[in-house]
């Protein structure tokens, strides 16, 4: 920057300028300018002097001779005129050079702007930087919490199909309890029907009026295991269970009615479960036991465990 001391002297280099332009002006306005001859009008008068050895003599107006007339000046040729002078041609004041002071001061400056410049890139590339940096983590973030996501997803997967393939492996093998339980039941229920049968034989009628007491004991037979296994036990039904059975059928095996009787020891849900268990279980057997058929029968339902 420029100090006080240097403006005023350009200020004053300028004055200076302006006043010699103006004096150059007022010098060709003074040379231009023509002088020209004083002529006085009117007569001449012709005057002698009178001194002290000069003789007195009269002077009349008659003899008084005017002077001869002086000749008149050849007029001179005109002068050329002086060429004028062209106007001073108004210039800026030189800048002066700049000292070492300025140049250094200058240098100085330039290097401060570029230091300037040079940082604000730096800042712009470190806050590109940074941002590129977050929106890689955050990217990464994502990712990871993605890959765990997808982790607890298969894990949820692996522990449903373990659970499902345990609870299959479970039925399975409730299933096959349960068909070793009710062939074992069936087993049983076959040998105490089969038992019955042998015991109850010797009281058996045939339909035509005769006895024939090993279609009976068979016939008695096939109907208690019908009804056993078309009954769906209660689970008040307890071992030990003794009950009468009455039951009306048509040719066929159709059952009209059943009745639960005396003697009985079983509950209401037990005798229930009993008479539907003959409903389910019609049409009773008939095919090959037409010897022994009888509308009416009656016969022991029994339970042991």
Known sequence: MESFGDKLRAFGKALA???L?????????????????????????QVDLIGPTAAPRSTSVASVKPPP???????????????????????????PPPTEVQRQDQVER???????VEKAEQEKKEQEERHHQEQVL??????????????????????REAAEKALKLEKEKLAQIEDRQRAQREKNERERVQQMAEQEAPQAQTGAGGKDDDLAARYAAAIQSAVTNNWNRPDSANPGLRCSINIVQIPGGDVISVTVSTPCNADPVTRNSIEQA????????????????????????????
Not at 21 to 45: D, H, K, N, Q, Y
Not at 110 to 116: D, G, I, P, T
Not at 138 to 159: F, S, T, W
Request: hydrophobic fraction near 35%; glycine fraction near 4%; charged fraction near 30%.
């Open 278 to 305: 003959v409903m389910k279980a019609a049409p009773l057997p008939y095919q090959g036991y037409e010897k022994v058929f009888q509308r009416s029968i009656r016969f022991n339902f029994k339970y042991d465990g």
């Open 21 to 45: 332009c103006i004096f150059a002006m007022l010098v060709g306005l003074w040379w231009t300018t023509e002088s020209r001859p004083v002529s006085m009008p009117g007569p001449i008068i």
């Open 69 to 95: 007339k002086p000749a008149l000046p050849k007029p001179e040729p005109p002068k050329p005129e002086p060429p004028k002078p062209e106007p001073p041609k108004i210039t800026q004041p030189e800048t």
């Open 17 to 19: 300028v302006h006043l």
């Open 110 to 116: 330039e290097r401060v702007a570029a230091l300037a």
């Open 138 to 159: 955050l990217e990464e973030k994502r990712q990871q919490q993605e890959a765990e996501r997808q982790k607890q997803l298969a894990d949820i997967r692996k522990q």
